[in-house]
């Protein structure tokens, strides 16, 4: 237990001229999630891939429980699991065939098999659906029947690729909750995704990634200090106040003040106040100062820097293909 | 965030964390899967697709019936004078015809399966690592089987009737059956290495056809000119409809049927491994 869950340095995978994962030196820790949080396109995905030993790397090194992804592909693939962006069991087949399988395949005898995914399929709440196949479950339960498959043999190290994109927000609370309940018995996560958010509920470190760099590395906390702590949105009633309004925010708040498109709203970043707490004061001495000046306010809210916020702070500029 | 159509059940599902951490815990693992099971496990993955995707049967079964009827009542009249006679001369070539073209199916099927994110799983799976293809063909011989078993009983229902008997018979089927198991990795090799499950199908008929019909599928390959004869002879469809034929007509030919194995073995030997590297590289894109 001694090596990291991951540990990559100098990590290169090249697709003709795209270096899709261009020097990531990663160390994930054991018993934790950890977040990998980026745009599409910025190589996520290829670094899983060359973790989970489906893709060999052009340079550098990766180690997963101490054991290289390349030379020692066999001994990495009997602790890891990985659950892809698509759906990572047989569409054509049952719930029940699809457990059975992999069951199978892992080694478990017919017996041993069945058990397995009865237990794995009331769990997961899918035992109404055991017999149905798998191109007919909604998106939630098929995400829960990746991951069923995905903790078939325990895995120490368990990739989760996007596991929330385009689910339902119940779905994704579901899921959520199921990570909480994988690492709490002692599974490593890695973690990809696109919703800053999703990485802060989750994930114990965060490294954010673009270009196949690593551009930023550490708790939710340090990253959003270090980026601003939040964004306060208002809607006002009446769009005659507004240039009154955007002048008392700036005064208030000490930043500027963005007036958008919509004739009645307003947003701005809540200071740089290096904590939540101060975030919110700024908002409420806001606020305070709206009421007080007579401007009617429709809405209010603070919100979390968005992903195009974090990509703005970090890298002064635009991502390109935020979702 | 977008909502899915759902038709989840009416009670709402909550994970437990008692009923999950009961599935999580740690027990002793299995030892791993031997490749053979493993390669069965893959094997009974194909069938359970054949019995949820059922359809996928008609080429196996209605295509063989077509090119049987089809050809004993075109050629039989002209080519031996009658259909009958003819029929005892066609039908072990156009079972071999037949089967031999369906091996094709196995890369295109390869193809579309590969695109798909179960393969990931499977690849990340600790398991000898030809199984889930060794598998994937284990089910496509079973669809072998199924289609010379159906030309066989149009054949004797039409009036075919083989001097090797029922032995004869087995023999014959059971060696296309081999010599098409290892052919049908030269497929699995296409079907991993075109892009897509189109160029796999205009690859296999591109070679399929002058196999199989510049042979002794159809005529008697001394009437043709010399150069064609040349081509006939070293084709190996020649050699297992020889082979095939000889055995349902109850003349064992040593020579053809070794042939035929060692052809079998070549194709397999260096078919396998090439379809392995692709495998094994697929993703690289």
């Given amino acids: ?323 | 965030m977008s909502t899915t159509t759902t038709n989840e059940p009416a009670t709402v599902y909550t994970p437990s964390a008692d009923a999950l951490g009961a599935v999580l815990a740690r027990e002793a693992r299995p030892p791993r899967a031997g490749a053979w099971s493993a390669s069965l496990t893959f094997g009974w993955r194909a069938i359970l697709k054949i019995k949820h995707v059922p359809e996928q049967l008609f080429d196996v079964t209605a295509f063989p019936i077509i090119m049987t009827l089809m050809f004993t009542y075109l050629f039989g009249g002209a080519l031996a004078g009658s259909t009958r006679e003819y029929l005892q001369f066609l039908l072990p070539g156009i079972m071999v015809t037949s089967v031999v073209m369906i091996t094709m199916y196995t890369g295109v099927g390869l193809n579309t399966d590969i695109e798909k994110g179960v393969f990931d799983r499977f690849r990340t799976l600790p398991v000898w690592r030809p199984a889930a293809l060794v598998g994937m063909i284990f089910g496509d011989v079973l669809r072998y089987v199924l289609a010379a078993t159906t030309i066989m009983v149009v054949g004797l229902v039409l009036g075919f009737r083989p001097g090797g008997g029922v032995i004869g018979v087995l023999a014959g089927i059971g060696l296309l059956v081999v010599f098409s198991f290892a052919f049908s990795w030269i497929w699995t090799m296409f079907g991993l290495f075109l892009r897509s499950e189109k160029s796999v199908m205009g690859v296999s008929m591109l070679v399929l056809f002058p196999l199989t019909f510049l042979s002794n599928v159809f005529v008697d390959p001394g009437t043709m000119p010399g150069w064609l004869q040349g081509f006939v002879e070293v084709n190996p469809i020649t050699h297992v409809v020889a082979a095939v034929r000889a055995l349902m007509a109850g003349d064992w030919d040593t020579g053809e049927t070794m042939w035929v194995l060692a052809a079998s073995a070549v194709l397999l030997l260096v078919f396998g491994p090439l379809t392995m590297r692709l495998y094994n590289r697929k993703g690289a894109r």
């Fill in chain 1, 1 to 323: 237990m001694s090596a990291p869950a991951i540990e990559t340095s100098g990590l290169v995978k090249t697709f003709g001229d795209n270096r899709a994962v261009d020097g990531v030196d990663l160390t994930v820790p054991h018993g934790t999630v950890y977040g990998l949080l980026g745009p599409n396109g910025a190589g996520k995905t290829t670094l899983v891939r060359v973790l989970a030993t489906l893709l060999r790397p052009d340079g550098g090194q990766a180690r997963v429980f101490g054991r290289d992804v390349v030379r020692e592909a066999d001994a990495v693939r009997s602790r890891v699991s990985l659950t892809g962006q698509y759906a990572s069991v047989d569409e054509d087949l049952t719930g029940t065939e699809n457990l059975v399988l992999l069951a199978r395949l892992l080694g478990h005898g017919k017996r041993a098999a069945r058990d397995r995914a009865a237990q794995l399929l009331e769990a997961f709440g899918l035992t109404d659906a055991a017999g149905r196949q798998v191109k007919k479950y909604s998106g939630g339960m098929r995400r829960r029947i990746d991951i069923a498959a995905s903790i078939l043999n325990t895995p120490d190290l368990l990739f989760l690729d996007e596991p929330t994109t385009g689910l339902d927000p119940r779905s994704r609370n579901q899921v959520w909750d199921i990570i909480r309940v994988v690492v709490a018995h002692g599974t490593t996560v890695l973690l990809t995704t696109q919703y800053l958010d999703e990485a802060d509920r989750l994930a114990g470190r965060i490294a954010v990634i673009d270009h196949g760099k690593v551009i930023a590395e550490g708790t939710p906390g340090s990253l959003k200090a270090s980026i601003g702590s939040g964004t306060v949105h208002v809607r006002l009633r009446d769009a005659a106040q507004r240039p009154e309004a955007e002048r008392l925010l700036t005064t208030v708040l000490g930043t500027s003040v963005q007036a958008g498109t919509d004739p009645v709203a307003l947003t701005a970043r809540a200071g740089s106040a290096d904590s939540e707490r101060g975030a919110a004061e700024h908002a409420s001495r806001a606020l305070a100062a709206l009421a007080d000046a007579g401007i009617l306010v429709d809405d209010f809210s603070l919100g979390q820097p968005s992903l195009d916020e974090v990509f703005l702070a970090l890298t002064d500029r635009k991502p390109e293909a935020v979702a």
